[in-house]
Every structure is written in C-alpha cells, then in structure tokens.
T-cell receptor
Framework: GAVVSQHPSWVICKSGTSVKIECRSL??????MFWYRQFPKQSLMLMAT?????????EQGVEKDKFLINHASLTLSTLTVTSAHPEDSSFYIC????????????FGPGTRLTVT | QQQVKQSPQSLIVQKGGISIINCAYE??????FPWYQQFPGKGPALLIA?????SEKKEGRFTISFNKSAKQFSLHIMDSQPGDSATYFC????????????FGTGTQLKVEL
C-alpha cells in the first residue's frame, strides 16, 4: 500500500516551453501533497504544499507564477513549470499524506526535467 | 531553528558491520522523525520513523535511537549489506506546522564486501 506515482519519469523540453508533471496516490486518498526539488547529491528542498481544493502554499523564494500547482482531486496533484529555462532542470519529487495517516509522507519516484 | 544537521556526509562500512548515522535538531516543536532511503534516480522511501515519546524503535535491521534531551536521533543499520548502499536522509516535522518535512543533508552509505 501507500504507492505514489509520477508521470512522466523524465522529460526534455526546450527553453521557453511549459511542462506538466503529475503526481498520483494510487491506493489511498491524499488530502495533502508536497512538491520537492532535488539537485544532484543534495537534499530535498520543499517547494510547496498542495491541499485538495485550495490554493497551494509556496515556500519562501519559490515563484508561484512559475511553478503552478493544482490539486484537483484527492488522488492527483500537478506541477506545471512555465516558461522553463535551463536553470529549472532538476529532479522533481512529490509526496502524499493519506487521510488515515497522521504524519507519514510517501514519495513518488521523481521526474527528471532537462531544459535545453 | 528549522535545520536538521546530519552526519557523516559519507560512510563506508564493511559487509556485516553496523552503519550509524546521526542527526540533531533545534526546534523542540518537532514531533515526528522519519528516516528515508534513496537510491540514485529514485524517490525517497520511508524506512522507519519515531515519535518523541519513545527512545528507541526497531524494525528488522533498522533501529532509531532518540535522545529528546540532547535533541538528537540516530539510525543504526545492523548487519549492513551491499544492497543497503544508498543515500539516507533524516527528517523532522511537526503536526502543528502542516507536517512539512525538514530534511537533513543526507549521508551516502557504501557497504563493501
């Protein structure tokens, strides 16, 4: 149980285009999902907290107009990187908390974004 | 005050040995302390977690030791195996803080034959 999927697993896009990443909780309902960014050999950096049916809460320094987050249902959250630039290239990981679990976060497999 | 300090940055252990990774925190409001294992190109996987009302938790070869007064917690991997070679992250969160995880900097563990 507690499986989180991400799609796509990797994506290459051209500078200036937008790319959408999906995060799904497959076997549980998630009221809260989190989006992280991870650079090579570094720790995870929280970008935003996504709650179903409400606006996402962004961490300080994260541009909300650049990283659009939508949490349309209890099993799906999406991150759209708008007008991507090479510096947006990174490993993006989502996590989800179940309705039943108080603290546990379950992570997706990550999406490798490369902007050329 | 939100930081979680993790050490060592890297660790080499012989097969069958004990791997020990340490973390320290400042914020006494943290009330949940998980450890995650991450393989290259994959998302982190929850290994084991502890709440501050207990001093130790064991699951298989993995043990968390928690010292509330010292604000430290550690992960012990008994009988370390080459398949344990991965990056390990400690983290902390508080229910009153929206359960946002604050991660340590990570420890790259290599278990040699």
């Amino acid at each position: 149980g507690a499986v989180v999927s991400q799609h796509p697993s990797w994506v290459i896009c051209k500078s200036g285009t937008s790319v959408k990443i999906e995060c799904r909780s497959l076997d549980f309902q998630a009221t809260t999902m989190f989006w992280y960014r991870q650079f090579p050999k570094q720790s995870l950096m929280l970008m935003a907290t996504s709650n179903e049916g409400s606006k996402a809460t962004y961490e300080q320094g994260v541009e909300k107009d650049k990283f659009l987050i939508n949490h349309a249902s209890l099993t799906l959250s999406t991150l759209t990187v708008t007008s991507a630039h090479p510096e947006d290239s990174s490993f993006y990981i989502c996590s989800a908390m179940s309705l039943a679990g108080l603290y546990e976060q379950y992570f997706g497999p990550g999406t490798r974004l490369t902007v050329t | 005050q939100q930081q979680v300090k993790q050490s060592p940055q890297s660790l080499i252990v012989q097969k069958g040995g004990i791997s020990i990774i340490n973390c320290a925190y400042e914020n006494t409001a943290f009330d949940y302390f998980p450890w995650y294992q991450q393989f290259p190109g994959k998302g982190p996987a929850l290994l084991i977690a502890i709440r501050p009302d207990v001093s130790e938790k064991k699951e298989g070869r993995f043990t968390i030791s928690f010292n509330k007064s010292a604000k430290q917690f550690s992960l012990h991997i008994m009988d370390s195996q080459p398949g344990d070679s991965a990056t390990y992250f400690c983290a902390a969160s508080m229910g009153g803080g929206g359960n946002k995880l604050t991660f340590g900097t990570g420890t790259q563990l290599k278990v040699e034959l």
